[in-house]
């Protein structure tokens, strides 16, 4: 079955880590014939919730920026793939800020996958533990299927992501969803 898939990047870095790690993950999916759209939210026009609870209403935000853009996105994917360095033990800012904003629309998303790639410099077991609970957390709160995590340790540079492997678990993930 061909999936739709949803990743989002969220590192200011383009070319760094936790997106080398994705374009492991993107390419076995492309090569196992799945659609692959990529949100790189990090350098999208993606503004703070304002706690306005009018798109609550209306069923999408209401602060004009890119948020339509991801909406429409997740809300017809069938795989989300959350991108992200640790920073501080958790995710991203430029993540978070997708993930305050689906309180508008996240009744659209039970049912769907998702998954989480994550990089760190630090390859101590506790860099990843507050950002692994928030996902499965997020996944529970969604009502979405997690597919489970790849928390690459160690690994803050595309260098040592390469060099890792978790590049051939990320490539394998990708080839195997199904």
Known sequence: MTMRIVVLESSPHQN?????????????????GHTVKILDVAHMDLHPCI?????KDVGHCVV???????????????????????????????????????????????????????????????????????????ADYLGCQDLGAILARGCGSPETICASPYAAQAYQMGKSIG
């Not at 080398?20 to 076995?28: D, N, S, Y």
């Not at 959350?82 to 430029?94: E, G, I, K």
Request: proline content about 2%; glycine content about 8%.
């Open 16 to 32: 760094g880590a936790s997106n080398t790690l994705a374009g492991f993950f993107i390419r076995g999916a492309q090569e196992a």
């Open 51 to 55: 706690g306005c609870f009018k798109g």
């Open 64 to 138: 004009r920026d890119d948020m339509r853009c991801v909406e429409q996105a997740l809300t017809t994917a069938d795989l989300m793939v959350w991108v992200t360095p640790v920073y501080f033990y958790d995710m991203s800012a430029q993540l978070k800020i997708v993930i305050d904003r689906l309180h508008c629309f996240y009744a659209n998303l039970p049912g769907k996958k998702m998954l989480l790639l994550a990089t760190a410099w630090r390859e101590d077991e506790e860099v990843m533990t507050y950002l692994e609970g928030l996902y499965h957390a997020l």
